[in-house]
């Protein structure tokens, strides 16, 4: 069974930097795009960025200039690298990937668990 595992989430001061990571395991065809979502209290789910499998990316415009996203396509992870963070950022993380299963002939979209960013003084 395939499955996302996101890490690096914490509590962390205004200005400072945090990297989230997502793993994406089991037997896995291929990955097409990944991405982060995330989700504060009261709020909806919003796409933060994505990136496709030749590396092209896309930010919201609220973290644009102060969020990376990268890949590893080799080990299926996407990572978040998250700058000069404020506590407007403070928001359960989603990894999720558009990915294939061996065996499938069809793509499908999987989702993390979540992790837990907390930015305050």
């Known amino acids: 069974q395939v499955q996302l595992v996101e890490s690096g989430g914490g509590l962390v001061q205004p200005g400072g930097s945090l990297r989230l990571s997502c793993a994406a395991s089991g037997s896995i065809f291929s990955v097409n795009a990944m991405g982060w979502y995330r989700q504060a209290p009261g709020k909806e789910r919003e796409l933060v960025a994505a990136?496709?499998?030749?590396?092209?990316?896309n930010y919201a415009d609220s973290v644009k200039g102060r969020f990376t996203i990268s890949r590893d396509n080799a080990k299926n992870t996407v990572y978040l690298q998250m700058n000069s963070l404020k506590p407007e950022d403070t928001a359960v993380y989603y990894c999720?990937?558009?990915?294939?299963?061996?065996?499938?002939?069809?793509?499908?979209?999987?989702w993390g668990q979540g992790t837990l960013l907390t930015v305050s003084s």
């Open positions: 990136i496709t499998s030749g590396g092209s990316t």
């Open positions: 999720n990937a558009d990915l294939i299963e061996t065996g499938n002939g069809y793509s499908e979209w999987v």
